[in-house]
Each structure stands twice: as C-alpha cells, then as structure tokens.
C-alpha cells in the first residue's frame, strides 16, 4: 500500500506565505502526476495544481501566479509554494498522486488533508 501524509498548514494572515508538503510513502515503484486539491467549508473539493513526472505544471485560474508546485522525485514529496494568500484560500488541502506501485499496479491515493487557514 501507499500512504501520503501532508504537512505545513496553518493560521496564516492574507497576504502571507505558506508552503505545504506532501510525503509519499510504501510500496511505490514510480509515481506519476502528483496533484493538490482543496475543499473549503461547505463547498465542494477543487483542484488547485498538478505536476507531471518530467515536471510539467498547470494551475488553477484562482491560484496561477501565486501558487508554485514543485516535486522531489528522490524524497517522493510534492510541494504547495503559497504567496499572497487570499481569505478565500481557506480550505483543507488535499495531496493527491497516481503511484505505480511494486505489487498492486497503478493507484490513486489521497491524503488526509492539512488546514489552510487565512485570517486576520
């Protein structure tokens, strides 16, 4: 099995920084597309940002420019670079990666989420 445990979120105030990370970890043989998502209250899980194996990156419109995803193939870990946070970027933040794994074939795994929280 794979499991993904994320990590860096918290209280922010807006127009802050914040980088959240994403650390895979089992029986990965190569993991592909690495991806981030989010849910804020009440409303419905959206993706935010993904990245493929050779590094390529695409973006939310809500977040593009202010967001950078990166990805260390070597630590299995995926990176959310947050600037000039909004309120409306309040949400939990899901890791999401598609893993071929040693024994089970290819995967989808998320992880439990890590609260971003934009306040004054």
């Known amino acids: 099995q794979v499991q993904l445990v994320e990590s860096g979120g918290g209280l922010v105030q807006p127009g802050g920084s914040l980088r959240i990370s994403c650390v895979a970890s089992?029986?990965?043989?190569?993991?592909?597309?690495m991806n981030w998502y989010r849910q804020a209250p009440g409303k419905q899980r959206e993706w935010v940002a993904g990245?493929?194996?050779?590094?390529?990156?695409n973006y939310a419109d809500s977040v593009r420019g202010r967001c950078t995803i990166s990805r260390d193939n070597a630590k299995n870990t995926v990176y959310l670079q947050m600037n000039s946070l909004k309120p409306e970027d309040t949400a939990v933040y899901y890791c999401?990666?598609?893993?071929?794994?040693?024994?089970?074939?290819?995967?989808?795994?998320w992880g439990q989420g890590t609260l971003v929280t934009v306040s004054s």
């Open positions: 999401n990666v598609n893993v071929a794994t040693k024994s089970s074939g290819y995967l989808e795994v």
């Open positions: 990245m493929a194996t050779e590094g390529r990156s």
């Open positions: 089992g029986s990965i043989f190569r993991i592909n597309a």
